[in-house]
């Protein structure tokens, strides 16, 4: 028994209708058939998991979260912060978990429990944002102060399509901010209703909207930047844009990179993987190239990248 591998297992008891709790014994199992000695810990607050990994990640050979995107963020964070990397297995259990799309990781719980701990090692982009990180998007404006006051029924019922019809329920009321932004030796300065800085294949539940060839690891962010509508035309482009998922409008930046810095006079609030990120006059972001080993479905390391290896 003492040649078993050691392996934490932080879980949000609350994610997504407390799902977890039909399924634990399961996971746990899974866990151990695998021949991993499991420690399990449900997280008690909101920032838990960050100190938890910080602190006490060093002593496992393997952690495995399970939560919405907002406990994935925390623990990466723990994980960025204490700069020893340990393999990290992920089981979504929240509303929409755009990430776990993006990596290809199963929906059903012990089928991503199965992954997290047979599966290849995945080495994955995060991004840093000033002195915070961010796994797949950091976003301001339109649809990212109601994706936190969204009540979490609503997030249960129709996921992150209920942060979209909150938006357009209050479009003519939707702040505008004037903004420098700063990339690859270019200066752009525009008011925009909304940023988007995402390391993903799918956000807010809606594939295929951060732009195509998108890859997990290759260093670079999407980038995409909505510009003030000033009339109903120029609102109707952005509309038909998004629906179609198509750029081709003067109104939508897009563009690829990796270190993009936001200054603007007034503070904007930004969110974090859909949680609050706090509120900012200048914004520093980087994407640290393949700085998280994820574990990923065995079938799926082709389509993410050719880096995926056997644990």
Partial sequence: MDNRKKLLFVFNPFSGKAQIKNQLLD??????????????????????????????AGGYDMVVCSGGDGTLDEVVTGMMRRGEKVPLGY???????????????????????????????FACDIGSFNDDYFVYVAAFGLFTAVSYSTSQEWKNVLGHAAYILEGMKSLHEIPSYRIQVEYDNIRLQDEFVYGMISNSTSVGGFKGMTGKDVLLDDGVFEVTLIKTPKNPLELNEIIVSLINRVDETDMIYSFKTGRVVFTSEETIPWTLDGEFGGDHRSVDIKNLKQAIEIMVPQESEESQASSAKPL
């Fill in 91 to 121: 089981i979504p259990a929240g509303s929409t978990n755009d990430f776990a799309a993006s990596l290809g990781i199963p929906k059903e719980m012990l089928k991503a429990a199965e992954t997290a701990v047979r599966g290849n090692v």
């Fill in 27 to 56: 996971i746990v199992d899974t866990m151990v058939k695998a021949e991993y000695e499991v420690t399990i810990y449900p997280t008690q607050s909101s920032g838990d998991a960050v100190h938890k990994i910080e602190q006490e």
